[in-house]
Structure formats: C-alpha cells, structure tokens
C-alpha cells in the first residue's frame, strides 16, 4: 500500500514539476527553432492565429490613439482609417513568420529583417541567441511572459499561454 501511495506522490511531483518546467521548454524549442531558421519546428511553439489577432489589435489601438478623438469624426478619416486597418493587418499577416518572429526576438526591428526571408542570413556569420537576456515570469498559472529590451532600450514582451500540459507563444506585448 505505501508503495502505491510513494509512486502516486512521485507520479504527482513529475507532473508537476512538467507543468512549471513547461514555459522554459517551450522557450528552449522556440530558441533553438529560431536559432536553426527551421520554420517547421517554429510553428509548432506558436499559436499563429492568436499572435497575429493581439497584434492587428495592438496596432488598430496605436493608430485611432495617433489620429485623435476629433479625426475620428471626421467621415473622410474614418474612411482612411479603414484602409489603413486594412494595410496594417496585411502587414501582420506579411511580418507573423518564423523569419520575422526571430528577428523580433533577437531585439531587431521586425520590418529591417523580416524582409530578407529564412535563407538569407550568411551561413559563416554566428547565429545569434534569441531571447538572449530575456526575464522571465509567471503571470498565472496558464500565463508565461519573456521580457528582452529591443535596441532602443523599450521592452518587448513575449506571451506564453498553456493548452492543456503544452505551452506556446501566443501574445507579443509591443512597445508603445
């Protein structure tokens, strides 16, 4: 009987400690998966659909901010401001790759890099280390953050949610 009860327990603690070693994993495969340039293993630690939707969002917000209360009246903005909506989301689905999700971590600005494409980082140059520096949180127990400081010194925020025992990157808080 107190066999049993000692495998449970054990049983228990590995799980346990899977669930709060679960957001470093992840952070592991998504540098080495960065690192390599492999796309494949990429997209499997990121929740592609979320991130570009808390992206689009993040911008939407940034550009009604910029125009002001008063612009958006005006039926002329508006009307510009949808095309805009639209470009900008364009540019999300565009820049949401494995090439622009690397470049992002490595503190680049995404749209310096994103454009050159996976192949095209010279193969004698070292690889650089994304999320190299990075802090890292737990914000709940579903909820993981990685915190890097881009090259202007402003914080970028990587957001790892749990599904289930899996961790993956699902949010990138972008400096204001």
């Given at each position: 009987?107190?066999?049993?009860?000692?495998?449970?327990?054990?049983?228990?603690?590995?799980?346990?400690?899977?669930?709060?070693?679960?957001?470093?994993?992840?952070?592991?495969?998504?540098?080495?998966?960065?690192?390599?340039?492999?796309?494949a293993?990429?997209?499997?630690?990121?929740?592609?659909?979320?991130?570009?939707?808390?992206?689009?969002?993040?911008?939407?917000?940034?550009?009604?901010?910029?125009?002001?209360?008063?612009?958006?009246?005006?039926p002329?903005?508006?009307?510009?401001m949808?095309?805009?909506?639209g470009?900008?989301?364009?540019?999300?689905?565009?820049?949401?790759t494995?090439?622009?999700?690397?470049?992002?971590?490595?503190?680049h600005?995404?749209?310096?890099?994103?454009?050159?494409?996976?192949?095209?980082?010279?193969?004698?140059s070292?690889?650089?280390d994304?999320?190299?520096?990075?802090?890292?949180?737990?914000?709940s127990?579903?909820r993981?953050?990685?915190?890097?400081v881009?090259?202007?010194?402003?914080?970028?925020?990587?957001?790892?949610?749990?599904?289930?025992?899996?961790?993956?990157?699902?949010?990138?808080?972008?400096?204001?």
């Amino acid at each position: 009987m107190k066999k049993w009860i000692a495998l449970l327990l054990a049983g228990i603690l590995a799980l346990a400690g899977y669930v709060v070693a679960g957001p470093y994993i992840t952070v592991r495969h998504i540098r080495a998966a960065a690192q390599a340039q492999d796309a494949a293993a990429l997209s499997e630690q990121v929740d592609f659909p979320a991130l570009r939707a808390s992206l689009k969002a993040q911008l939407q917000d940034r550009m009604l901010r910029k125009i002001g209360p008063e612009a958006q009246a005006n039926p002329f903005a508006a009307f510009g401001m949808t095309i805009a909506n639209g470009l900008a989301g364009a540019g999300v689905d565009a820049m949401v790759t494995p090439a622009g999700l690397g470049a992002l971590m490595e503190g680049h600005k995404i749209w310096k890099r994103a454009g050159d494409g996976v192949a095209s980082r010279d193969p004698a140059s070292p690889a650089t280390d994304p999320l190299q520096d990075a802090r890292y949180r737990y914000e709940s127990l579903s909820r993981f953050t990685a915190t890097v400081v881009n090259r202007e010194g402003e914080p970028v925020v990587f957001v790892m949610t749990r599904h289930g025992l899996r961790w993956k990157l699902s949010d990138i808080r972008l400096p204001h």
